[in-house]
């Protein structure tokens, strides 16, 4: 009996993975369904950003009419500065780098770069002007010089030097038996995260634009490749607006400004040192963040 109870209990499983698997791909496919089509209005003009001045003007937003993400969602990132956003998982930063980069339009309100709706300028232009550093970077079997490339199929050598440099990549590529000649990738070299990321910020950097966007990737990465990641993101800001969305404290704390979001709301706003002085939810993220690493580390 027990011998056929295995068998038969193992193909219920199957069953059950199969039909659930079944059912996300219709509802990514209902998604794709539904997803807005974004165009260009007609005889739309370019972005010409010259200061990069962000502003979200009570922006509502919702992926599906019954579930809304954003509610009234106000702030200013001024020209220049390093602004980050955190908030719990689900709270919907990423988001806010989706609707930037009008992947999605908003159901009220206003996103304006240099004071100019984004709705009202071509998609090509708005996409031109902002650089995403993503959670999940896509490299290709080829060296890493041409990945970096990639960000800019134009870009001189010395362009692509600058911005390996600044990246802080250049003690990783010269450590290389072929230097950034280096194929990487599946057939390649294996990249730590920290290395894919600042590879991620070279290509970012190469492309020149004038809003930086990094969407922090979630795997947590030892100190060390933390550190130079934060280096790179820090000196790639330099000459750029750039927001970073933070899923971890610790890459924020030199940021000059964070915005705390919470149900599609900002519920707080400093430094690190003055949102750890008013002790709201900032500072309860903070220590929570604190004890879980206390607890790895452990
Ligand atoms: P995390 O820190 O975990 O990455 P987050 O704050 O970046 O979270 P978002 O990715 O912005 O959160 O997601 C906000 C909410 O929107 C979540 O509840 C998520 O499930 C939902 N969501 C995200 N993308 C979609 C989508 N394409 N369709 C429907 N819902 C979505």
Redo the contacts with the bound molecule.
């Keep these: 009996m027990l011998q056929l109870f295995m068998p038969l209990n193992f193909l219920g499983f199957v069953y059950r993975e199969i039909r659930r698997a079944l059912t996300d791909l219709e509802n990514m496919l209902g998604?794709l369904k539904r997803a807005p089509v974004i165009a260009d209005e007609p005889d739309a003009p370019p972005l010409q950003l010259q200061q990069a001045r962000v502003e979200f003007r009570d922006v509502a937003f919702a992926?599906?009419a019954e579930?809304p993400?954003l509610n009234g969602l106000s702030f200013t990132i001024e020209p220049g500065q390093r602004v980050a956003i955190v908030?719990?998982?689900?709270?919907?930063?990423?988001?806010?780098a989706?609707l930037l980069y009008r992947f999605y339009d908003l159901q009220s309100g206003q996103i304006l770069l240099d004071g100019v709706d984004i709705r009202t300028v071509t998609l090509d232009s708005l996409r031109r002007n902002i650089a995403i550093v993503p959670?999940d970077t896509v490299l290709f079997n080829q060296s890493i010089r041409a990945n970096i490339a990639y960000g800019r199929p134009d870009a001189t050598d010395a362009d692509i030097d600058a911005v390996i440099d600044a990246a802080h990549l250049r003690d990783f590529i010269s450590q290389l038996p072929q230097g950034d000649a280096t194929l990487v990738g599946e057939r390649g070299l294996k990249v730590s995260g920290g290395e894919k990321q600042r590879i991620a910020i070279a290509r970012a950097l190469l492309k020149r634009s004038p809003l930086l966007i990094f969407?922090e990737a979630?795997s947590a990465l030892d100190s060390h490749s933390e550190q130079a990641v934060m280096a790179a993101i820090r000196a790639a800001s330099r000459e750029h607006t750039a927001l970073v969305?933070a899923?971890r404290l610790s890459t924020v704390v030199d940021c000059d400004r964070i915005l705390v979001?919470e149900q599609g709301q900002l519920v707080e706003s400093g430094s690190h040192a003055e949102l750890l002085a008013q002790q709201g939810r900032y500072a309860a993220l903070w220590a929570l963040q604190q004890h879980e690493e206390d607890v790895t580390l452990d």
């Design positions: 998604l992926y599906q579930r993400i908030g719990s998982s689900g709270a919907g930063k990423s988001t806010l989706r959670q969407d979630t969305i899923h979001l």
